[in-house]
């Protein structure tokens, strides 16, 4: 990975209304640290700043510091932003090493069209936008993407799943999901119901079966037992005939 050439000023005062009149002049108060060196307040010039960060890197590109006359390979670890407008007010410029293994948030770009989902008329989620990397400076990749074209109703693309570049580990529980493929809020109403439907349905059925059972049974109880009745009493009259006789 390249990096962007950044001149920065040292020398400057530290304070809150020294840093306001540095951002009132175009100028981003910063500092620089890392590998023994001791903090050394610099500004950048806001719009050189802006330029060296949205190159395709983004937040992570390497940035070669020129400071009074020495040039410090350097990432951006910390930018602080204005609250309500969103402007960067204070930068943490951390000196790296192109051998050394940095960790890295890197953004998860979502590609393909999920399209057995949509005929389904489902939704595809993206539950997680970015991954925190392990890699050098060099290897840390601009962006990680997220094939979901064959997605369908109820898979789920987890961190485990992701293709990693050479060189790149990440610490994120591979279960951590990614991206989801799910029924929509009306599919998934529709399908309650259905089901709430069917319930009933069979609930129902099984109730009717027990009504029409239990007088048939009754009725063939009673049946069966007039015949013993006769039979009993028709023995009982022959015997005592039979006796007389």
């Known amino acids: 990975m390249p990096e ?3 001149p920065a000023e040292i020398g400057r005062t530290t304070g809150s209304r020294a840093a306001g ?9 910063g500092i620089v640290y890392g590998h023994g060196m001791d903090p050394l307040p610099v500004a950048v010039e806001g719009r050189a700043l802006r330029a060296a960060l949205t190159t395709e890197a983004g937040l992570n590109a390497l940035l070669s510091l020129q400071v009074g006359g020495t040039s410090h390979l350097t990432m951006a670890r910390e930018i602080q932003r204005h609250p ?3 402007t960067v007010m204070h930068v943490d410029f951390q000196i790296v ?11 998860i770009t979502v590609v393909g069209e999920a399209e057995e989902v949509h005929r389904s008329d ?10 925190t990397v392990n890699a050098t400076p060099d290897r840390i990749p601009h962006n990680i993407e997220v094939d979901v074209s ?6 789920t693309i987890r961190v485990s799943d992701l293709r990693l570049p050479d060189g790149v580990t990440t610490d994120v529980d591979p279960e951590e999901p990614v991206v989801v493929a799910q029924a929509s809020a009306l599919a998934a109403e529709a399908e309650a119901l259905e089901a709430e439907a069917a319930e009933a349905a069979a609930e129902e059925a099984a109730a009717a079966g027990e009504a029409e059972g239990v007088p048939a049974e009754g009725a ?4 069966g037992a007039a015949p013993e009745e006769a ?7 022959g015997g005592s005939e039979g006796g007389e006789g």
């Open 231 to 237: 039979g009993g009493a028709g023995g009982a009259g």
């Open 150 to 155: 064959a997605l369908t109703i109820g898979d």
């Open 97 to 107: 090493r192109r051998d050394e293994v940095l960790s890295a948030d890197v953004r």
């Open 21 to 29: 009149r540095l951002r009132s002049g175009g100028l981003i108060p």
């Open 122 to 131: 489902g939704l595809v989620e993206q539950q997680l936008y970015s991954l």
């Open 4 to 6: 962007v050439t950044l």
């Open 220 to 223: 063939a109880a009673e049946g």
């Open 84 to 86: 309500v407008r969103g």
